[in-house]
């Protein structure tokens, strides 16, 4: 029925989820300053030259290294906690428990920490760090991956699957894991967040990225050496605005699968 907001009924499961997104309009906006962010970092050195000193030029040009760096990071830490969350429900009974234990201990842990720690026994080394901050999500994605592969045992058209003859494999991969595609996501994103929130913690303190290419973490913590702080405003100002941003994207995320009634 027009209006109702189901759609059409030919409609991808993607096209559907990105009108839910859309409807969101916060979530958009943020989606929008995210990438005004990156191009503005990426045009940055056409005027570095001239206003290399300006501080809030600095931040904006650290804008493309630090979101790369908190995707490659959040994406290796969301990626193993997935592999391991679905491991431990897949694998039932004793196994299940050996593995999620773990889990749930780290993920309540100061784990931010981590990348400190790594830096102040190895170095700053980027690739180090990258793995640190991944170590430091995987715990919390792995709980909630978890979580979600054994509620999707419970979904009743898998039920009516086994009853129409299908095999465990066929089951899994052509229903089961679709399904969790949407769980899998909300799952995975805090990482996102969480690992640009690590970076500039780990930089403030000194033990993050190296001074060059710059990232808001180093600007955080040459900034905290000078006198008085000096320049800690802008990459302080922007990494807050990209948190921010990836929260309501966060939302827009949780409306588009359908956690939330759109």
Do not use: K
Not at 156 to 178: Q, S, Y
């Amino acid at each position: 029925m027009a209006g109702s907001g189901t759609g059409h009924p030919l409609e991808t499961p993607a096209r559907r989820a990105w009108r839910r997104f859309a409807r969101h309009r916060l979530a958009v906006h943020a989606l929008g300053l995210l990438t005004a962010l990156l191009l503005t970092g990426l045009l940055e050195p056409l005027i570095n030259g001239r206003y290399q000193a300006d501080p809030l030029l600095r931040a904006l040009g650290a804008a493309p290294e630090t979101l790369a760096l908190a995707v490659l990071a959040g994406g290796t830490g969301a990626v193993a906690g997935l592999a391991w969350g679905c491991a431990a429900a897949l694998a039932g009974g004793r196994a299940a428990r050996a593995l999620v234990a773990p889990a749930r201990a780290l993920a309540v842990l100061p784990l931010p920490l981590l990348p400190v720690l790594a830096a102040g026994l190895w170095g700053r080394d980027p690739g180090l760090l990258a793995l640190a901050i991944g170590a430091a999500m995987a715990p919390a994605v792995a709980v909630a991956a978890h979580r979600a592969t054994v509620a999707s045992a419970r979904w009743t058209h898998l039920a009516a699957a086994e009853a129409a003859g299908l095999g465990a494999g066929r089951i899994l991969m052509h229903h089961r894991l679709p399904g969790l595609t949407g769980p899998f996501l909300l799952a995975a994103w805090p990482a996102l967040p969480g690992a640009l929130a690590a970076e500039g913690f780990a930089g403030l303190l000194g033990f993050g990225m190296p001074p060059e290419p710059a990232t808001w973490g180093t600007l955080l913590g040459a900034a905290a050496a000078g006198p008085l702080g000096a320049g800690l405003l802008a990459p302080a100002g922007l990494l807050a605005l990209a948190l921010a941003a990836l929260h309501v994207i966060g939302d827009g995320v949780r409306r588009a699968v359908g956690e939330v009634a759109p």
